[in-house]
């Protein structure tokens, strides 16, 4: 929990993946998220959901994999389930892309 709220305040933008060991769609989106990381690098924190019920509970989070994208240290974008790398390419892009107000 402490890493995800240190790398919110020190990098504009963060990606929080929300998972569990024995959640085998998570395995699959962590080798996607690793390819994500190389290409964009965007700091990506791993969050065990089953150790941080409070995160779970404060960001809404109903299954793994989740992935949520962080800007300036608010949520800007939630993304539930197994995605491709193109697509979360695409909504980090978009987050970076959004206007601040």
């Known amino acids: 929990m402490e890493d995800l709220m240190q790398t919110i305040e020190q990098n504009e ?3 929080a993946d929300f998972c569990a060991h024995w959640c085998l ?3 699959d989106m ?3 998220l690793e390819r994500v990381e190389l290409e964009t690098n965007v700091s990506i924190v791993r969050v ?3 150790s941080c019920p409070d995160l779970m509970d404060e960001y809404n ?3 793994y994999p989740t992935i949520i994208i962080f ?4 949520m800007s974008r939630k993304l539930l389930g ?4 193109d697509t979360i390419i695409k909504a980090l892009e978009e987050v970076k892309n959004e206007k601040q107000g």
């Open 13 to 15: 933008v963060v990606m």
């Open 25 to 27: 769609p998570c395995k």
């Open 30 to 32: 962590e080798k996607v």
């Open 48 to 50: 065990d959901g089953d």
């Open 61 to 63: 989070i109903e299954g």
């Open 71 to 74: 800007r300036n240290g608010k």
């Open 82 to 85: 197994l995605h491709d790398k």
